[in-house]
């Protein structure tokens, strides 16, 4: 990998506010990391519209409670497009492999699918986030 890509990375590193990038190429996983704390907790998207001083909530996860995490580092949308309604919000029920989200990475746009059935419990990010691969998206019940 050349110096002049690598910039380009740590740029859209330092863009997107992520802590890490691991991209896949030719056989061969390169990864970056930038020195930083991990938070401690990520407030949920009703959390953070309820109280936007706050950016540090904590929250406990409650009993047949599961998280759907992004299985990789991008921007979040909730839709497939602006006009277009999101694929779930809480209440919403899934069946194993619908879309879920979107995680566009690098311009690519990568469906996000469920791989279980279950009903949204929370939103735990806002449309046009950055996310990092492990961040916590959603908490939904199974229903199956």
Request: with cysteine; aromatic share 8%; net charge negative.
């Amino acid at each position: 990998m050349e110096l002049s890509e690598l910039r380009k990375y740590g740029e859209l590193m330092k863009e997107l506010k992520l802590s890490a990038f691991e991209i896949s190429e030719g056989g061969r996983t390169f990864r970056m990391e930038r020195n930083s704390v991990p938070s401690q907790s990520t407030p949920s998207y009703e959390e953070v519209a309820e109280n936007s001083d706050s950016a540090d909530v904590a929250e406990k996860s409650t009993e047949g409670t599961l998280e759907i995490k992004s299985p990789m580092v991008g921007l979040f949308y909730s839709a497939s497009a602006e006009d277009k309604e999101d694929f779930v919000k809480i209440g919403s029920q899934f069946r194993k492999g619908d879309t879920i989200c979107i995680i566009e990475a690098m311009k690519l746009m990568n469906e996000i699918k469920a791989e279980d059935d279950g009903v949204i419990e929370k939103v735990l990010v806002r449309n046009g986030d950055a996310v990092e691969f492990g961040t916590p998206l959603f908490t939904y019940r199974r229903t199956n």
